[in-house]
Each structure stands twice: as structure tokens, then as C-alpha cells.
């Protein structure tokens, strides 16, 4: 699915989604990542939802993001609250949905301005 233009000026945006991957500015992305306006962290450690694993939080958490936005794949799905524990009991959002939503929602916030970091499951 191939997303509108946004303004480059509003950080890294998520271009089209396939069920593989994503393309951002031109990059081609087919494995687990998470993506900040200001920057792409490409290989993210999980390969798949049930490789989550408490530390993968952690990590997010280390990048203060003020909502984190989880796409679990083609299919919403929903971790066990432990594993995401660091995030919540930082003050740290969390939403979850599936990928493709995810992108959506990514995008949407980036253009608000809204300090997000998009972590991102294939398959």
C-alpha cells in the first residue's frame, strides 16, 4: 500500500507498506525496525512477534520517546504485559496494532509533531 507525501520537514516517513517491509525515503526496509522522526534504528533484535522479549522494551525506552507504537505483523496481536512493563511504568505510551496501522498512525503523529517511535514486525 503506497502512503501520500508528507513534508520531508517533519522527520522520516513511512512511504508504502508490503507485507515484507516498508520503503522510507527511498530505502527499502524488510526486516524488524524501528523508525523516529529522527532517525531508523534497521535491525531491531525481534524477527517476529513471538521473539519479543522484555530487553526489546527496554530498548525502546532508552530512546524517550513519549509514545511507542507497536505493529505486531499483518494481524493485531498483543504481548504479554510484562514484556512492556519498563515502557508503561516510565510514562511511556504504548500503542499496539498491526503493522500496516501502525505505519498509518506513525505518520499521522510525526506529522503532529508528536515525539513517536514506530517498532515494526513482518510476517
Known amino acids: 500500500m503506497k502512503f501520500s507525501l508528507a513534508d520531508p520537514g517533519d522527520g522520516y516517513i513511512i ?4 507485507d515484507d517491509g516498508v520503503i522510507i ?3 527499502s526496509f ?3 525496525l524501528v523508525v523516529l522522526p529522527n532517525r531508523i534504528l534497521a ?6 512477534f513471538k521473539d519479543l522479549e522484555a530487553v526489546d ?3 525502546l525506552k532508552a530512546l524517550n ?3 511507542v507504537v507497536l505493529g505486531t505483523g499483518p494481524q493485531q496481536r498483543f504481548p504479554n504485559p510484562s514484556l512492556y512493563q519498563s515502557l508503561t511504568s516510565a510514562g511511556i505510551g504504548l500503542e499496539i496494532m498491526s503493522t500496516p496501522a501502525a505505519c498509518r498512525t506513525y505518520n499521522v503523529l510525526v ?3 508528536r515525539r513517536v517511535a514506530a517498532a515494526l514486525l513482518f510476517g
Open 65 to 67: 520517546p513519549d509514545l
Open 43 to 48: 535491525d531491531w533484535r525481534p524477527r517476529s
Open 111 to 113: 506529522s503532529e509533531g
Open 25 to 27: 525515503g527511498g530505502n
Open 57 to 59: 522494551f527496554t530498548g
Open 30 to 32: 524488510e526486516h524488524s
Open 15 to 18: 512511504h508504502s507498506y508490503r
